[in-house]
Structure formats: C-alpha cells, structure tokens
C-alpha cells in the first residue's frame, strides 16, 4: 500500500517554500560554481599534460656567457646524456605598450608553438606574440607593434609550451603577463634584431628520462657539473624547478583541493541547518510523531519520511548545478584560466571526478548529517512524542538568573539559553563568512599595502647590472657588486637571494659592517632568522657554500636579500679589489651601451607581483566577498527564521499577556541581534590569526616575501556590511513576528 506520509511532502513543501527556495538557490549556484571549476581545471590539467609529449616540452635549459663551440656542445651531450638544442633569444623593449618582448626563432623541434589565432611570420617584418600578453595589452593580428625600434606586424597569437606562465626569470615571486611576453619572429626576423641583449641559450633532452623529480634532481645536479667544466655558465634551470612550466600544473592541482573543501564546508553547514530545521519541524509535530509511532510506523519510516525533502532538493539543486557548471561556470573558469596562463588551444573534457565530487559526496554529507541527528532526536519513545517531551536529559531547575538585572534582560538571556544549539551555528557560519568576506576584501588591500611597501623601500629609481665594469660620465651614480647565491633546501625550497656588494659610505643603503652581513626584513621574516644567528647560502650554478654572520636586519620587508660592504663582497668571491658589477641611481645613464647593460631594475619591476594577481584575480576577489556576504545573510536568516519558530508559542503568550510587536522584537528580535554583533567582533580576532598563518603558509610557496599586513579599516568594513546585512533580514523577522496569531497560545494548551 502507499505510505500516506508521502502525501505531506507537497504541503510542506508549500510551508516551508522560502526555506527550501533559498537553500535551493544556493545550493545550485555553489555546486555550478565548483562543477565549473573542476571541468574546466580537469581539462586544462589534460591539456597541458598532454603538451609535454605533444610540443616535445625541454627537460631543462641553460645560458652560457658566450656560444658554445661544436666540440663543446659535443662533448657536453656525450658526458650528459643529453641532446641539446640552440634556444637563443633577444629581449627588446616595445613602443606602443610599455612592457618587454622576449624574441624567439620559430621552434620545429623543441618547446613546439600551438597557434591560437592567425598564421606564423613569413617575413622579417612579421612577429607572433604570446596571446595572453597580447589579450592583457588589447593586441590583435593585424596591429603593428614596434619592438626595439622596428615596426612589426602581428601575424598570429600564440602559446610556447615551456611558457605556459610569463615568468621572465626562475627567481621572480609571480609571473608577469603584462610588461613581459614572449614572441616569435623568422630566422632572418631574428637576425634583422641585432645582437644587443643576446642570450645564449640551450634547451636539453635527456637521453634517459627520470622516472621522478628525485632522480631529476641528481641528474640536473650531475649535468650542471658537465656543462660547468665546459663553458661558463650563466643560467642553468632544470625543467621539474622550472616556473615558466610548471607552474600551470601547481596551481591547478591546487584549486581543485580548494575549490572541493570549500564545497564540503559549504555543504556540511546547509546539512546542519537543515538538520536543524527539521528538528524544529519534528518539535511542532511532536504529538502526531507520538501517535503515529503508537499507531505502528516504525523509527526507519520517519526518519525517511522527514529525511526526503532535504535530500530530493539537494539532489535536484546538485543535478541542476552541474548543467549549469558545465556550460556557464565552466566558461567563466576558462576566461579565468586563460587569463592567467598562456596554454594550448581549450577543449572540454567530461569528469566523472567532477560529478562526484559534486553531486554524490554532498549528496552523501547531507544524507549522513541529517540522518544522524535525526535518528538521535526520534529515539524518544512515543509517549515521549505525546507529551511534547523532547529533552533526552531533563534539567532540574532552571539556570538561576541574577534578580538584580532586568526581567527585559533576563528574558533575553534566557531565550539565548533555550536557543545555545542555533546560536552556536550561526557563529561557525559567520566565522566561515568572515573568512570568504575577510579573503575578497583584504586581498586586494594587501597586495596595495605590498605595492606602497615597495616604493617606499625602493633602494633607487635604478639598479643597473652589468655584464662588465664599464665607466658613467654620471657622478650620482654609485657603484657597487651585484650577485645571487641560494638558500639550503629545509623547511622551505631553495630561493635564489640578492647579494649586494656596497660602498662603505653608500647613501642608499646603510649598512655598517666590515665583516658580517645585514639581511632584509623579508628575508628574516620567511626564513625565521635574527641577527647574531649564521646563515649559509650556496652557488646557484655550483656547489660552494658560504657562511656568513647576521650582524643586523635592514628594513626591507619585500626583497630576499643580503647586504654587505663591496670589499667584503670581493674578497668573498675572489674578485678584484675595484670589481663592480653595478651601478646605483636615481638618474638614467645614458653613457652606457645597451650592450654592457644585463638588466635594469625598477620599481615597477618589483611591482609585478602585485600587478599580476590584482590584474588576474581581481573578479574573483571580488566573487568572494559578494559570495560570503549571500552566505553570511543565508545563514542568519533560516537561523533566526528557526528561532521565531520554535519560540511562536512563547511570543504569542507574551502577546496575550499584553506585550506589544516593538517590545516582543526587543526581546527575540534583539537577542539574536545581541549573538550576530558578538559573533563579528568576537570572531574577527580569530580570522585574522588564520588569516595571518594561512597567507604565511601560501607565500612561503613563492620566490620573494610579502608581509601579512592587512588594514584594520578592511575587518571594520567586513563588520560594517555583515551588520548592514543583518539589519535587512532583522526587519523581515520582525515583519514575520508580527504575523504570529495569539489564539496559537490558547490552541496549543496542554
């Protein structure tokens, strides 16, 4: 026979229609967030997998300080085992954009080229850029781009496969797809360039592949020691510590850890609210449970019955959510990916993985949930139902309130007593929206106060680096020696760390000591060291170690460097007493070839990190707070909505007993309102701390440091808008309040 219970799940269905349309609404937009996420992450991980084999990806690459002869390269492939291949470019400033071109030859049998619009050059006059940096300077094919002096049509867009992220150099912090792009140009294109800013560059295939990134790393180390006999080496980066390549495959990786837990945690809070809901629900029909359970419906029957509308609107919202995942998430995943990462030609590929992780593992986390509380709460008897006693521990008296407050007071206090188990979830979820709000809106901040930290740290306008001591007609100009060595692989990677070899007297940097260094405060900061401890660095391209003494800490809180007096420095390293590879400056040095210039290091350089993410992520900061303020308003206002509920039978007591709306507000209205502001200010603290460990942990995974440092004004506008929220959704209880009948007392009699 048809169980009757079945014909009430329409009818309350209609009963609690805003309850179920906006845990509905939610739940689709979530999962169809994250669906779209997972596709499109899973197809990219394929994708850029694939490419490895598919565009013959290098195994590693390295810079000499000249070309190698023939019986180098020979003698360097036999000892090595490898193949090496000339990966030579040029780096040219361009006009129409303020950014840095690096130039390749068009590449046939290494780090193979996908095309994702137009057709290759064909011409000297004619050049292909990366698309992403073409997208993020409003670049087209057709448009004319002049590249060191030479007008140049755009010809294609492109993606070089051991560039899938626009790392100009293996120790910058953040790829920078906005002032540096690579590009494509013929062999005579090439040539028609010049010479100045030549790099020397070899990409390498081992012979033998390593089965891991450990054998890798010996045979890199190994083959370093080859290459190092035979020529001078200038740069040297194997391919598993390779940023420009690996990068895509991290952070993905990454995001979908993220992107899943964020899920279940969303997921798990909508259960328990849920959960909770019916609870209220079984408290109101308390005495028909009671009958129906004398009547000869057993435990299982009911716990289905008050189970199935929580699940049929999770499984619908879940099915829902993936078409919409795959079809508008996904493509807003894409444009996010494709604005980071300059990878092959998107082609969707269907995830199981991700249908799972969205539809049958929060499936699973609601069932569960809910069937656990609610098979705990109908373990009552049914006389127990009858008797509308639910408490499975009965209190004996009342928790005694001082006399001495006000009955307004008390009575406040006591109906947050009755309600510790909805309050309590209403604080995990502020906390976890503060977390999203906090997450969307200090960010952005944080990346500023890094950009304003730079400049007001800047050294000087410009660090010149050369490639030999060369003399400037300039008397500002202040020499000095300029190198790089490496941290010890511990608790955190290997970084390249700036040496700065400076003048005793220097006016831009002070730092007075003959024999000991001094650290900047990033430097301090990430790898935990103080001044009076020994820090020991390493060649970046050999196997000598330094030791040096922390004398003091210099205050630089955005640079991984080291700074010592420039005789030190030369003695250190075994140069000339005069040796200087640099200069300090706040004035351009227009006496200086461009071909005795290594690099020119500005503020906006340093900037790049910054500039990046607040270009990349932006919308999505912006995502995350809009996201966790729907969360925040979600949470408070079936919570509160639940609170109402349950107290119905008291509020219309209060009503007869002649009590006004204003003043029953005041007292069910203003409590939960007393828990929200507490649960802000209360919570906030804790956020930051988590926060704080949280960005450490994250930042410590990148080259280059950026303090925690977000404004109090940031929790004061999170407080301020949680609460602006709040007062929205107290004025719709309230409404709601005011609706509650007082014959409900009078019917409800015992």
């Known amino acids: 026979m048809k169980n009757p219970l079945i014909k009430r799940l329409p009818r309350e269905l209609k009963s609690e229609a805003g309850k179920y349309a906006i845990i509905f609404i939610f739940m689709i937009i979530v999962i169809g967030f994250v669906s779209g996420f997972l596709v499109a992450s899973g197809s990219l991980m394929k994708i850029y997998n694939e490419s490895f084999e598919k565009y013959n990806i290098e195994d590693g690459n390295f810079e000499l300080y000249a070309e190698a002869d023939e019986p180098v390269i020979e003698t360097i492939e036999k000892d090595g085992e490898i193949k090496l291949y000339n990966n030579f470019y040029i780096e040219r400033e361009t006009k129409e954009v303020d950014s840095t071109l690096r130039i390749y030859k068009n590449r046939e049998e290494i780090d193979k080229i996908c095309v994702h619009e137009g057709e290759m050059p064909a011409s000297e006059n004619e050049i292909a850029i990366d698309r992403m940096y073409a997208v993020n300077n409003s670049l087209s094919v057709g448009d004319t781009l002049t590249v060191g002096g030479k007008e ?174 795959y079809t508008l998430f996904e493509g807003v995943a894409v444009n996010i990916y494709y604005t980071n990462y300059s990878i092959p030609v998107y082609v969707t590929t269907p995830s199981i993985d991700a249908f799972i992780k969205t539809t049958v593992v929060p499936v699973a986390i609601m069932l569960i949930i809910n069937y656990a509380i609610l098979a705990h709460k109908l373990r009552l008897s049914p006389l127990k139902f009858i008797r509308r006693d639910l408490k499975t521990k009965q209190r004996k008296k009342a928790l005694k309130l001082n006399t001495k407050i006000g009955i307004m007071h008390r009575f406040r206090t006591r109906i947050i007593l009755q309600n510790i188990p909805n309050y309590i979830t209403i604080v995990i979820g502020i906390f976890l929206a503060n977390i999203i709000l906090v997450l969307g809106m200090g960010f952005p901040q944080l990346l500023d106060k890094n950009s304003q930290l730079i400049s007001e740290n800047i050294i000087c306008k410009y660090q010149y680096i050369l490639k030999a001591p060369v003399e400037t007609e300039n008397e500002n100009a202040e020499k000095y020696c300029a190198g790089s060595l490496s941290t010890i692989e511990g608790r955190l990677k290997s970084e390249s760390v700036t040496i700065y070899g400076l003048a005793s007297d220097s006016r831009y940097i002070d730092v007075a000591t003959e024999n000991g260094v001094f650290i900047s405060d990033a430097y301090s900061q990430k790898f935990r060291v103080s001044t009076g401890d020994t820090i020991t660095l390493k060649e970046e391209y050999g196997t000598t170690e330094y030791n040096f003494r922390v004398e ?57 990190m910054g500039r990046q993410l607040t270009h990349s992520m932006g919308a999505i900061f912006d995502m995350f707070y809009l996201f966790g303020l729907i969360m925040f308003m979600l ?116």
């Not at 001078?232 to 391919?239: A, C, D, F, K, R």
């Not at 955005?558 to 200087?580: G, K, L, P």
């Not at 949470?635 to 007869?656: D, F, G, H, P, R």
């Not at 003043?663 to 649960?679: A, D, K, N, R």
């Open 552 to 608: 003091g800490i210099y205050d630089n809180p955005t640079s991984i460097a080291v700074y010592m007096d420039r005789d030190f420095f030369n003695e250190t390293f075994d140069n000339e007493a005069d040796y200087f590879n640099g200069y300090l400056t706040d004035e351009k040095l227009d006496d200086i070839d461009d071909m005795y210039v290594a690099t020119i290091i500005t503020e906006d350089d340093m900037n790049k």
């Open 635 to 750: 949470i408070i206002y079936l919570l509160s909505k639940i609170v109402i509920e349950k107290n119905a039978q008291s509020i219309s007591m209060t009503k007869i007993l002649g009590y006004n709306n204003a003043e029953i507000g005041g007292l069910y209205v203003v409590s939960t309102s007393i828990v929200v502001v507490l649960s802000f200010l209360l919570t906030m603290p804790l956020v930051n701390v988590l926060m704080k460990y949280v960005c450490e942990v994250m930042f410590s995974e990148f080259s280059g440091w950026i303090a925690y440092d977000v404004p109090e004004t940031v929790f004061v506008k999170v407080i301020a808008s949680g609460i602006i929220a709040y007062a929205v959704i107290a004025f719709a209880q309230f409404h709601k309040l005011r609706k509650i009948p007082m014959d409900m007392a009078l019917k409800n009699v015992e």
């Open 152 to 325: 140049l049509k755009i010809t294609a867009l492109v993606a070089l496969s051991d560039y899938s992220a626009l790392y100009a150099s293996p120790s910058d912090m953040m790829f920078d797809a906005i002032k540096f792009g690579v590009a494509i140009m013929t062999d005579e294109g090439f040539d028609s360039m010049g010479e100045n800013s030549f790099h020397y560059n070899y990409s390498w295939k081992y012979n033998n592949p390593p089965a891991d990134d450990i054998e890798a790393k010996k045979m890199s180390e190994d083959l370093l020691e080859v290459i190092s006999e035979n020529a001078i080496v200038t740069g040297y980066i194997p391919m598993y510590a390779n940023q420009a390549i690996q990068f895509v495959g991290d952070d993905t990786g990454g995001d979908r850890i993220v992107f899943t837990t964020f899920l279940y945690i969303v997921v798990a809070i909508l259960a328990f609210i849920m959960a909770i809901t019916t609870n209220n629900t079984i408290a109101k029909e308390a005495t028909v449970i009671g009958t129906l359970r004398a009547s000869g419906y057993t435990r299982g029957e009911l716990i289905r019955h008050y189970i199935a509308m929580p699940m049929l609107v999770v499984i619908v919202s879940a099915l829902i959510g993936n078409i919409i995942g």
